[in-house]
């Protein structure tokens, strides 16, 4: 996945390998006055010296003996290496060369952070603001990818449990709609308290149905209602018992999501 964010006028491409964050230190160079090259930030012996220690800490694959020799040769007027020889020889892996259309050099996040020290202290700052800012954004997205997504994982489940067993061949396509729409609501009642033209109702100016307007915690709870439904519907339960028991367990599982804190996390950064 790729994203862009902008410092300081340059346009910089965010990308996962490997399912970690990758910042295009390409990109970066934009925003540098003068001739300025990766390769010169990386003969330097403080660069080096960051470099190995980051490895050390993440990357077991670590070639300690290649990096030996690059560190003593670190420095030194005749010493250049590029990234792609780095890799290569020490097994790196918070440095990436990569081709293709998003093509170019990139760090792992820690590493960018500090390439942006070499263009300047103000780029650094802005560059782990805009950064953090991506990550929220994408939180966010997340966050509603799962709301839209929870409310459909036991759909088919419900609405075939629904055909089977309420829904006699001889009623015409409306009816059925009715009918399906009828068992939505005991499903609305039993979570919400309410059916959809009650909400409707009540909110005139929304557009989208009362699940649209539901946070995780509710939507994870709607999923599993919709599969204990069906399990009450082939189970030959009236819709009145039903919704009876569903209403008790939407109770006694929202108890329990609203005290996940990792659902709350979802349902706090889609409120930002």
């Known amino acids: 996945m790729n994203g862009k964010i902008i410092v300081n006028g340059a346009e910089i491409t965010v990308t996962t390998i490997d399912d970690k964050d990758y910042i295009s230190l390409t990109d970066m160079l934009k925003a540098k006055d003068g001739d300025f090259f990766i390769s010169d930030w990386l003969r330097n012996r403080n660069t080096v010296e960051f470099l190995g220690i980051w490895e050390q800490i993440h990357n077991p694959d670590f070639n300690y003996g290649e990096f030996a020799t690059i560190r003593s040769q670190a420095g030194l007027n005749s010493y250049k290496i590029s990234v792609k020889e780095w890799v290569e020889k ?24 500090e390439f942006g020290m070499w263009i300047s202290p103000e780029f650094k700052i802005y560059l782990i603001k805009e950064f953090e800012r991506l990550k929220s954004e994408e939180l966010k997205q997340l966050g509603w990818d799962i709301k839209r997504n929870l409310a459909k994982i036991n759909y088919r489940i419900h609405t075939d449990a629904i055909k089977e067993n309420l829904i006699p061949p001889e009623l015409s396509a409306r009816q059925i709609s009715l009918v399906y729409a009828n068992e939505a609501d005991v499903l609305n009642m ?11 109702d009540a909110h005139p100016n929304l557009k989208g149905n009362i699940r649209d307007y539901a946070n995780v915690s509710q939507l994870v709870c709607l999923s599993n209602l919709e599969n204990l439904n069906a399990v009450f519907i082939n189970e030959g339960i009236p819709q009145a018992e039903r919704l009876a028991k569903l209403n008790a367990i939407a109770i006694s599982q929202m108890k329990v999501l609203t005290e996940d804190h990792r659902l709350l996390q979802l349902d706090a950064a889609e409120d930002k």
């Open 90 to 113: 020490t097994n790196a892996i918070g440095l990436r060369a990569k081709a293709g259309r998003y093509g170019g050099t990139y760090a792992y996040k820690d590493i960018a952070f």
């Open 190 to 200: 039993a979570l919400f308290g309410m059916t959809t033209k009650e909400w409707r």
